[in-house]
């Protein structure tokens, strides 16, 4: 069995590694060897002696490779979404089985890759895409498909959740909690896919499209950045017996599917409070099955790898048996993605307020006029100091979103100094 | 697509509600329609009128069910060692898939069920055997198959987690927590198979045979009830920052594997700590994937369904493309499995000692005889209420338990009073 490798970084160093200390477990597993005869680079005079293969496995040209005749996989680990797309939809029209990592093209491009593997009779495996080694693609597409998913609830981001971790449990703000994952090497010296919740949007996409059985298109995907998160966000959750996680929210509504990343509240007790630092964990609610939770390093290049030699073996399996496996993406039930002032949730609202009687009667007759019902609402200190913290019962967000609106506008109120919607009650 | 059901108990009856209920979601994932054509059931006479099924398809001929022309696959979850053997290895031998929830036979005869699914050129799939709707299994069969599992440690059994949860946060005895398992349905009327952990026994073989790729026996599974469990054990874990869980634990070890069920401490923090109630979860430690954990309800038989009707696709598909997926147990390793007395953990001891000087000397050089060394010793009361509390660093089990023994024959030593192994740290 031979494989082209597209990309050495990270993640391609460690899946060379990987097949070499591995080799015979590998080999005992698909039932033959399988070779790398060849690794795309960009740039060829870099030193990769540290890599256990021969140099002149090495080359600059990608297609080519991939065009090889004696190629059966190709593994795409270089990312972005050209000339990876070329690659891919050359393999696949060749029949060649393809895994690879790239969560941006498959949320961009997700239903022509899967029609070319279709067409080509191949594999098109990406178990690696979203949430790294942790085995969700592949419990999503073929575990729970006797069965019908309602919602999940994940933490797909390592970086934003150790900026979420670090600002509740040591008090930090945001710069320093970013500054901090920066310094881990938790975080990219850009940050800007991560903290402004891009990379998390690609993933919601393509867990979305496999728990509904619908394509779900990134740019269907609400996206709310974390860099508006403030201690007084933290410390209002704290006070409420919540906690605030950078979220990915996919639930199936009568009418279609809603989408979305963003920070929230969830319960102090809820499975996912716990998951913390750079893990990654995601919540299923199926009809059937209940609640589920997957959780593992959600990042990393070793645990990537390990989730591209698990899908490795498997299309390296089924080429061995002459099938393919399952339809990467089984999006036969076409449901439409509601836009997110359809979508239905709660909202955790902290207000400064001026210090006089019938200012709670004002902000209740907000919500109220929006059509908005009131879960909880907490009064505390006095003059300059006064504030309320209201939590609403569920209603749409576009309800809730004009509620504050208002609100802003009230003479009784000084200031909104927090709105996160609140999950997974 | 046509399907035999073996059992019409509460699994069964949900199985055969969810095929109605989602059958044109079913079709669409399977491709076909899939139809169940015969039950076979123990008592003909019992009244089944609430399913939504023809009565005519009700038959106590289970073997000719099996054997029938027009049968593809067949659902076995009517449980026990015979005659779902018999049944089993019938439907293989003539090439019909098989998806069970039967551990007990797994765990007793499983290489045998192996062969024949081989043999026979058909998918024997079980899912369900172990933790429910959780999907591990496949997980453990495919997602990680190219990695290498080093550990696993989970929470197998509902009721006895059930049970500790209540012991911990209620302070309950083990008898009230075992009534209320009771009451709610959790335990059943005899709950031997349960706390004595000859269940999670039989879970522990199936998982640990997928996570190593050996064959690990029933017999091999060194086994300790859950009755034994105190107050005193609790709280002796809750002083020190740990919690007590019904663990089943497989490691591999240099020369072979270790695979065991029993009560155990963990850290507070261990992800595993926060599972409760009748909650199972299962945490796998990965080379290169890293720390996982799977989490769900472990019982129930909505839950077990859900499990079995995912395998029912999974198999129902393979049968459509004319080819059967993986060897359902890929016991190329064959490492040995280790006596209980090798496997390598640590201890918490707790002494009712006599106070008077050198207790602490004497106690200290009885672990010091086994060559165990300690990693915290704590001494609290005075008089009759002197208390030692040992935790140990690694060890062989025989090294403790020879200590333990040695430690009840001081005569500075009135009592040991708990003596539990720590895991997960």
């Known amino acids: 069995m031979k494989l082209a490798l597209l990309g050495c970084g990270t993640v391609g160093s460690e899946v060379v590694r990987l097949m070499r200390t591995r080799g015979e477990e590998l080999a005992a597993r698909v039932g033959e060897p399988v070779e790398i005869v060849g690794i795309a680079v960009r740039r060829i005079d870099r030193d990769r002696s540290h890599l256990p293969v021969d140099e002149s496995l090495f080359t600059t040209d990608a297609l080519g490779l991939v065009k090889r005749d004696d190629v059966d996989i190709v593994v795409e680990v270089a990312g972005g979404i050209e000339p990876a797309r070329t690659w891919i939809l050359t393999a696949l029209g060749q029949g060649k089985s393809v895994v690879t990592a790239n969560k941006a093209l498959l949320a961009e491009d997700g239903p022509a890759l899967a029609a070319a593997a279709k067409d080509g009779g191949a594999d098109l495996y990406y178990e690696a895409s979203a949430a790294?080694?942790?085995?969700?693609?592949?419990?999503?597409?073929?575990?729970?498909?006797?069965?019908?998913?309602?919602?999940?609830l994940g933490i797909v981001n390592g970086t934003t959740n150790f900026i979420c971790t670090a600002m509740s449990t040591k008090g930090t703000s945001f710069e320093e909690a970013l500054a901090e994952a920066t310094d881990?090497?938790?975080?990219?010296?850009?940050?800007?896919?991560?903290?402004?919740?891009?990379?998390?949007?690609?993933?919601?996409?393509?867990?979305?499209?496999?728990?509904?059985?619908?394509?779900?298109?990134?740019?269907?995907?609400?996206?709310?950045?974390?860099?508006?998160?403030?201690?007084?966000?933290?410390?209002?959750?704290?006070?409420?017996?919540?906690?605030?996680?950078?979220?990915?929210?996919?639930t199936r509504e009568a009418d279609g599917v809603s989408v979305r990343v963003h920070p929230a509240m969830i319960p102090a007790t809820h499975p996912l409070a716990n998951v913390n630092g750079a893990y990654n964990a995601v919540f299923v609610e199926a009809e059937s099955a209940g609640r589920l939770m997957f959780y593992g390093a959600g990042a990393g290049g070793t645990e990537t790898a390990s989730a591209v030699l698990g899908d490795?073996?498997?299309?390296?399996?089924?080429?061995?048996?002459?099938?393919?496996?399952?339809?990467?993406?089984?999006?036969?039930?076409?449901?439409?993605?509601?836009?997110?002032?359809?979508?239905?949730?709660?909202?955790?609202?902290?207000?400064?307020?001026?210090?006089?009687?019938?200012?709670?009667?004002?902000?209740?007759?907000?919500?109220?006029?929006?059509?908005?019902?009131?879960?909880?609402?907490?009064?505390?200190?006095?003059?300059?100091?006064?504030?309320?913290?209201?939590?609403?019962?569920?209603?749409?967000?576009?309800?809730?979103?004009?509620?504050?609106?208002?609100?802003?506008?009230?003479?009784?109120?000084?200031?909104?100094?927090?709105?996160m919607r609140v999950e997974g009650e």
């Open 132 to 152: 790294a080694a942790i085995p969700l693609m592949r419990p999503l597409r073929e575990s729970l498909h006797g069965d019908k998913i309602n919602r999940v």
């Open 312 to 419: 490795i073996v498997a299309v390296a399996r089924n080429k061995r048996g002459g099938i393919t496996a399952f339809p990467p993406e089984a999006a036969y039930s076409d449901l439409p993605v509601k836009p997110i002032g359809e979508a239905r949730t709660r909202y955790h609202v902290s207000l400064d307020v001026v210090d006089e009687p019938g200012v709670l009667a004002r902000v209740a007759a907000t919500f109220a006029h929006h059509g908005v019902s009131l879960a909880t609402v907490h009064q505390s200190g006095r003059g300059d100091d006064a504030q309320l913290v209201v939590v609403t019962h569920t209603a749409a967000d576009k309800q809730l979103s004009d509620t504050v609106k208002e609100l802003t506008q009230l003479t009784s109120v000084h200031q909104v100094t927090s709105v």
């Open 184 to 250: 881990l090497g938790y975080a990219e010296a850009d940050p800007t896919a991560d903290v402004d919740n891009y990379d998390a949007a690609a993933k919601a996409a393509l867990i979305a499209s496999l728990a509904f059985h619908t394509h779900v298109d990134l740019k269907d995907v609400y996206r709310e950045p974390l860099r508006g998160i403030s201690a007084t966000d933290i410390a209002s959750a704290a006070a409420e017996g919540r906690v605030v996680k950078p979220l990915c929210i996919a």
